[in-house]
């Protein structure tokens, strides 16, 4: 395979959107693509999300990715890799959850957490927006005061179906890597370190970031994903 022919497919989490990605793709040397999820829409199920990045990786000529999933992202893996097969050559999970086959994003997390979850989504069937406060405190405590602004500004309502919706799991023997943010609010470490456990002998690579890596530590972001490019020619 000539280098030429591996795309970057970079998938949001929760709240943000492909703009979240601009300073990463800017400083890659591979072709990227940076694809917008619909969590804000109703109907938005992971099924429905891998549907429509399938259908933006079909306009693209030929080639083989690597798939980029950032936080909730990580429910994405198994059906983008029913859907997509060998043309995934490589998984990369930015603080990415990673649920067991058959559970949903809200299993995975701890207890009492999940049953709020499940209680907020039941009194709030249209979603949930996290206040200014835990926005700043969750996803933006290493950010400067403009890119912290600009994620409170640009943070959208998360319906309930990509949250509650049970989802494939990951192929444990695909190749992968998962990069641990060690200042990450969101995803705690200990978290991070339990998700990358269902996975089978990834790479590891920590990153001293909060959990918009992708904002406050771009170039380390980009270097990773680099990396793989030579290994994989």
């Not at 990605?21 to 992971?46: N, Y």
């Not at 490589?90 to 049953?115: C, E, K, N």
């Amino acid at each position: 395979m000539s280098k030429e022919q591996l795309t970057a497919v970079l998938v949001h989490g929760a709240g943000t959107g492909a703009w979240i990605w601009e300073d990463v793709q800017s400083r890659l040397s591979i072709p990227s693509v940076a694809i917008d999820v619909p969590l804000h829409e109703s109907g938005a199920t992971p099924d429905h999300c891998v549907g429509l990045i399938e259908k933006q990786l079909r306009s693209l000529e030929p080639c083989e990715f690597v798939i980029v999933l950032h936080s909730w992202a990580g429910v994405l893996a198994g059906s983008l890799a029913n859907a997509l097969g060998e043309r995934i050559i490589h998984t990369v999970y930015l603080s990415a959850v990673i649920p067991a086959a058959g559970a949903s994003f809200v299993d995975t997390m701890p207890i009492p957490q999940r049953w709020i979850l499940r209680l907020l989504y039941s009194r709030n069937p249209e979603g949930l927006k996290p206040s200014e406060a835990m926005i700043r405190k969750e996803y933006c405590n290493d950010l400067s005061e403009s890119a912290a602004q600009m994620v409170v500004d640009r943070f959208t309502v998360q319906r309930p179906e990509p949250y509650l919706t049970p989802v494939p799991g990951p192929h444990r023997d695909a190749a992968s890597t998962y990069i641990r943010l060690g200042q990450d609010q969101s995803v705690p470490p200990a978290l991070q370190k339990k998700y990358a456990s269902k996975l089978q002998n990834p790479g590891t690579v920590t990153i001293n970031a909060g959990h918009l890596a992708m904002l406050s530590r771009p170039a380390e972001v980009a270097t990773v994903i680099e990396a793989l490019k030579q290994d994989i020619a």
